[in-house]
């Protein structure tokens, strides 16, 4: 008896029982139907996921050694040639074969990033024809897939034509939004600064750090002068990074503007740029630092204190000595008297002769700015821009969100 004759067998029998039992046995029915094509559904896309792992696996190291040997050749490679010698030794280029073609040549890129500028890196992206790979799924693809495609053309140092990119960055997803705008900055190929002048841009710790690290690898020497979004920004966030992108290139023309806001309401910016300007040791504002001291909030005191010891100019040892006596914060007497320690040998000696009239914690605090092992805010970078391996976790969280 085949299946189709037993669900009509199946059917007719429950027309015969009584309402109530019809609506429960249809209702086991369905319910049934649906479980078996839910079961066969995971089987399915299991198994192909299967299969999709082991050809990956079997392709990665293939095309790592492929990628390798032709950018270690000593002759510039036709574009052309790449390609059928591909075909040759490893086979046919499609969707399934590209994924673990661009996840080696993204590790080699990561390893070194001067590949970029090898000689045949470029013709390799034109012969295998990465770069219309990759705009491609662009426009064909889920949330997800082209939140891993923007990280990619970055990554890979490549352009896409604004076509493919603006649609994303008025996206409804929040994510893919953010996203785009971020990668615009890199993977642009017109105007790859352009969203610095949207005011909806909600920039977190994760994504200044990418913008930075962007920045640094496509634009370090055709920054545009941040002095106009500093003065207009009305976004926090994004002044917040304009403001440590000034001090990490140490734009010296955008100065006058950080200056400027040193009497900005915000306390958070007010504090950013009081440590920009005492990284890029801007001398001139120390006395207006000092005169301002006591009229601020513990956030911008102690970055007063910070940026003296950055600005070092020797000019501030009676300064940072009246305010230590002063202080009734520990976390700040402490960060004052290490300013002390650090700022010059004066500074030193002063601090051991507290060391033998000091008693509890104000002695306490004098061991541990003395002991090198315990951590505090000048031992560690203040800056996680300065931080490499804050560039390194920031890379690993995005692929591990990637891969989930």
């Known amino acids: 008896m085949s299946f189709i004759s037993s669900i009509e067998q199946y059917l007719e029998l429950i027309s ?12 086991i029915f369905f319910n049934s139907i649906t479980a078996i094509v839910f079961v066969a559904s995971i089987y399915l896309i299991r198994g192909r996921k299967d299969k999709e792992e082991r050809l990956e696996e079997e392709l ?23 390609l059928i010698k591909y075909s040759e030794n490893i086979g046919k280029l499609n969707n399934k074969t590209y994924d673990p073609l ?5 590790d080699i890129v990561k390893a070194d990033d001067e590949v970029v500028e090898n000689k045949n890196y470029r013709n390799i992206i034109k012969g295998l024809k990465i770069e219309e790979f990759l705009i491609k799924k662009l426009d064909f693809s889920n949330t997800r897939v082209r939140l891993r495609t923007f990280q990619s053309l970055s990554i890979l140092d490549l352009t896409a034509p604004d ?7 008025y996206s409804k ?17 017109h105007d790859p600064f352009k969203f610095f002048d949207q005011q909806d841009n909600s920039l977190n710790y994760w994504d200044q750090i990418n913008l930075l690290d962007q920045l640094e690898a496509h634009h370090k020497y055709n920054l545009p002068n941040f002095s106009k979004w500093i003065q207009y920004s009305k976004n926090n966030s994004q002044l917040s990074f304009i403001i440590k992108a000034v001090s990490y290139f140490n734009q010296t023309i955008s100065v006058p503007s950080l200056v400027y806001l040193i009497d900005t309401e915000d306390h958070e910016i007010r504090k950013e740029v009081i440590i920009a300007l005492g990284e890029m040791k801007i001398a001139e504002v120390e006395e207006k630092l000092k005169v301002m001291y006591h009229h601020q909030p513990v956030i911008c005191q102690n970055a007063i204190i910070e940026t003296i010891l950055s600005i070092s100019s020797g000019k501030s040892l009676d300064f940072l000595k009246s305010i230590y006596v002063g202080a009734n914060n520990l976390d700040t007497k402490k960060l004052i008297a290490e300013v002390i320690y650090k700022y010059n040998s004066e500074g030193k000696s002063y601090i051991e002769g507290l060391y033998q009239s000091e008693t509890g914690f104000n002695r306490l605090i004098i061991d541990h700015i003395k002991n090198p092992l315990i951590p505090s805010r000048l031992k560690t970078a203040r800056r996680v821009f300065k931080n490499s391996k804050a560039k390194q976790d920031y890379q690993y969280a995005n692929n591990l969100n990637f891969s989930l």
């Open 16 to 27: 015969s029982y009584p309402f109530v039992l019809q609506v429960a046995l249809y209702f």
């Open 163 to 169: 076509s493919s990119i603006l649609p994303h960055t």
């Open 102 to 106: 661009i996840t080696a040549l993204e």
């Open 173 to 189: 997803n929040p994510f893919l939004r953010k996203e785009s705008r971020n990668s615009y900055l890199a993977i642009s190929n």
């Open 60 to 82: 990665y190291p293939l095309q790592m050694d492929f990628l390798l040997s032709n950018l270690a050749a000593e002759e510039i490679l036709i574009p052309e040639n790449i």
